[in-house]
């Protein structure tokens, strides 16, 4: 099973390095493994402290279904 969230669901003005709205997704087996994920996506790309965003990061974590 597959855990996974979308950065423009945590930051709703998101852009990535390149100025597009950022679409990346951050996966894991678990729901820590999506947060480790997802915190080292907002420190590199978008500068954001991701000790504030833990909760906001399991708010909008999904199961993949597939
Ligand atoms: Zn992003």
Not at 13 to 22: I, P, R, V, W
Not at 37 to 53: A, K, N, Y
């Amino acid at each position: 099973m597959v855990r996974f969230a979308r950065c423009n669901s945590l930051l709703s003005l998101a852009l990535d390095a390149s100025g597009k709205g950022c679409r990346y997704v951050a996966k894991g087996d678990d729901d820590d493994a999506v947060v480790k994920d997802m915190s080292e996506h907002l420190t590199s790309v978008h500068q954001v402290d991701p000790g504030i965003m833990k909760f906001n990061i399991l708010a909008s974590t999904r199961t993949h279904n597939s």
